[in-house]
């Protein structure tokens, strides 16, 4: 396990304006992330280096987004004023994806985006169901051995150095079964708040004009 994304829902003047203010703050250039037609929601992305990346997400006006968890997630999210929403781990083979689900009881969703460039990026998700009861609990993706990964389009020395999250460290250890500082060799975790609403509060990045923290 890795963490692989965090994702942003959309404040409240849309897609691309949040994305856009991300993307000044951080130095790094967002480019479009495609429909994700089944959850009901569009992204632009800013790729980040140490394969990991940013996800602005925006709900669509679509029955999907009224059916799927993530689409309800953004949308409730966005309509709060927008935010950090996600934190995503990444499951390195599908044994791992098989130990979640046995752990979870349920299967994995698949997703895919296709991009008007012809790329097709494909994955499994699974926890989203935990996380809208718990935010400060991330959800788990699988990308397909085919799949590209959206921070191939990186040019960018910037990183994610830190997580803060309202919530407790036991809570986050017994969802991924080890220690979130397990996750990474070079993010680190920082829980307060254990009484107040769990959540991924704040992230702060290493860029090269000194840490920047949204």
């Known amino acids: 396990m ?19 203010r991300l993307s000044e703050k951080l130095g790094v250039e967002a480019v479009d992330g495609g429909i994700h037609a089944r959850f009901g929601t569009r992204a632009m992305i ?31 999210r966005s309509e709060a004023g927008g ?9 390195q083979n599908p044994s791992e994806m098989q130990a979640v689900e046995e752990h979870l009881g ?8 296709r991009m008007p460039d012809g790329r097709v990026f494909s994955w499994q ?9 718990d935010p400060q609990l991330p959800y788990f993706i699988h990308w397909d051995p085919s799949s590209p990964h959206p ?11 830190s ?15 080890r220690a979130a500082t397990d996750t990474s060799s070079v993010i680190s975790f920082n829980f307060m708040a254990p009484h107040g609403t769990p959540g991924l509060l704040s992230v702060v990045f290493n860029t090269p004009n000194g840490p920047v923290t949204i």
């Not at 990991?52 to 968890?69: G, I, N, T």
């Not at 998700?125 to 009861?133: A, E, K, R």
């Open 151 to 161: 921070s191939m389009d990186a040019n960018t020395e910037v990183t994610i150095d």
């Open 125 to 133: 998700q699974i926890g989203i169901l935990g996380t809208l009861t």
């Open 46 to 76: 800013l790729p980040l280096s140490h394969e990991r990346y940013v996800e602005v997400v925006e709900v669509l006006d679509h029955p999907s987004a009224e059916k799927a968890p993530f689409g309800k997630a953004v949308r409730a």
């Open 83 to 91: 935010g950090w929403i996600f934190w995503v781990v990444r499951l």
């Open 106 to 113: 349920r299967q994995a969703v698949e997703g895919v985006r």
């Open 163 to 177: 997580l803060n999250l309202a919530g407790e460290e036991s809570r986050v250890r017994d969802w991924l079964g």
């Open 2 to 20: 890795r963490v692989d994304h965090v994702s942003f829902a959309a404040e409240r003047d849309g897609l691309a304006a949040t994305a856009a």
